[in-house]
Each structure stands twice: as structure tokens, then as C-alpha cells.
């Protein structure tokens, strides 16, 4: 059974680059049948799609972080990526990563998460 | 962006009831709908895709319905692992969407 697993440092400073990594396990990042996302979920909110990436390197972003985010695999090491510039405390959320099965366009596989906070 | 709007935002049942959550967009969708379940501390969980197409692994308690822009996801009766939140996705255009969630809790 495939599983995810975020990692990254849990606290980054304002104005900083959050980033985070998703490691894949029991399966591979370069199936074509899936994509591979990133969502966050703000204390005590509701679910937000950050962004996706595809295997052929075609990315879609929330057109609300789009001029501030970079999502990218690194198929030799069965990973991808989530790079968040110029953060605000706004951006302090529970981050998972997770599969998408193309053909039901549905999140099957989810990380556990990772909570970042955004704090000088 | 596509607005999904879930109702009720909380919901106390008791066990063996049958409860409905409703979600609408705020466009159609043809049936690019899924639901999850989330419990406190924990990734949301697949239920439901293709609005009504049960995944791998969930009771059969669980179903869903609808298409274009109203959706319904029903627990037929309910049991007290069920107690959650719940919240639908549309996976019609990007930005992917969810609703605000529903609350579901005992009575």
C-alpha cells in the first residue's frame, strides 16, 4: 500500500521560504495515473488545494499562491516538493501532501501532515 | 473560482440514524464531485468520487448522489466511528475547491 510522508521544518520565520518535502513509499512517483498535491489546512479551518503536479512536469497552482509557489518531483528519489516564498503568519496550516488518481480526479492517499507555523 | 457550499454546517445524530450532508456548487460540475471524512488530528480519508462511486474499503453505509450542481453524500445508518467532519471537493477545473465541512456529532 502506498504511503506518503511530509517532512520540513516546522517553523520557519515571516518573509521566509517554507519548504516541504513528500516522500513516497510502496510505489512510484512516475505512474502516469496519478498526480501529486499539496494542501493545507488553516487551525481549526477548513481544506485548501495548494497546488499539483503531474509526471510529465505539468504543474496547476491556487491562483491565490500562484506568484508564490513552486511544487516539483524528484523522480530519483521517489519524491516532490513544496516551496512557499515570502510567508506570512496567514500561512500557518496543517500541510499534507497527497496522490491523485487522474481517472476520479479524488485525493486517495493522503500524508498524515505537518504543521508549520509562520513566527519570528 | 468554483464555490462549494455544504449544509448543515453541523449535524448531531445518534447512532443508527440516517443522516444526509448536502453540497452545492456554485457552477455544474457534471458529477467531478468527492467526499471525505476527517477525523481530529488525522488526513482526511477518501469516501467517495465520481459524486457517487464508493472507494476501496468504505462501508457500504456510506453512499452519494447527485450531479451537475447538487450533491448529496447519506449515511444510512450511522455508527460511532462515523462521528466527523466531513467536507465535499470538486475536481471539475482548478483550482480544486472544497466546501467549509459539516460537522457531525453525537446527540
Known amino acids: 500500500q502506498l504511503q506518503l510522508q511530509e517532512s520540513g521544518p516546522g517553523l520557519v520565520k515571516p518573509s521566509e521560504t517554507l519548504s516541504l518535502t513528500c516522500t513516497v513509499s510502496?510505489?512510484?512517483?512516475?505512474?502516469?495515473?496519478?498526480?501529486w498535491g499539496w494542501l493545507r489546512q488553516s487551525p481549526g479551518k477548513g481544506l485548501e488545494w495548494i497546488g499539483s503536479?503531474?509526471?510529465?512536469?505539468?504543474?496547476h497552482y491556487h491562483p491565490s499562491l500562484q506568484s508564490r509557489v513552486t511544487i516539483s518531483l524528484d523522480t530519483t528519489e521517489n519524491r516532490f516538493s513544496l516551496q512557499l516564498n515570502s510567508v506570512t503568519a496567514a500561512d500557518t496550516a496543517i500541510f499534507f501532501c497527497?496522490?491523485?488518481?487522474?481517472?476520479?480526479?479524488?485525493?486517495?492517499?493522503w500524508g498524515p501532515g505537518t504543521m508549520v507555523t509562520v513566527s519570528s | 473560482d468554483i464555490q462549494m457550499t455544504q449544509s448543515p454546517s453541523s449535524v448531531s445524530a445518534s447512532v443508527g440514524d440516517r443522516v444526509t450532508i448536502t453540497c452545492r456548487a456554485s457552477?455544474?460540475?457534471?458529477?467531478?464531485l468527492a467526499w471525505y471524512q476527517q477525523k481530529s488530528g488525522k488526513a482526511p480519508k477518501l469516501l467517495i468520487y465520481?459524486?457517487?462511486t464508493l472507494q476501496t474499503g468504505v462501508p457500504s453505509r456510506f453512499s452519494g448522489s447527485g450531479s451537475g450542481t447538487t450533491f448529496t453524500l447519506t449515511i444510512s445508518s450511522l455508527q460511532p466511528e462515523d462521528f466527523a467532519t466531513y467536507y465535499c471537493?470538486?475536481?471539475?477545473?482548478?483550482?480544486?475547491?472544497f466546501g467549509q465541512g459539516t460537522k457531525l456529532e453525537i446527540k
Open positions: 465520481s459524486a457517487s
Open positions: 471537493q470538486q475536481a471539475s477545473s482548478f483550482p480544486y475547491t
Open positions: 503536479v503531474f509526471q510529465s512536469g505539468t504543474t
Open positions: 497527497g496522490r491523485t488518481d487522474i481517472a476520479a480526479d479524488a485525493f486517495d492517499v
Open positions: 510502496d510505489g512510484s512517483i512516475t505512474n502516469s495515473r496519478y498526480s
Open positions: 457552477q455544474g460540475i457534471d458529477n467531478w
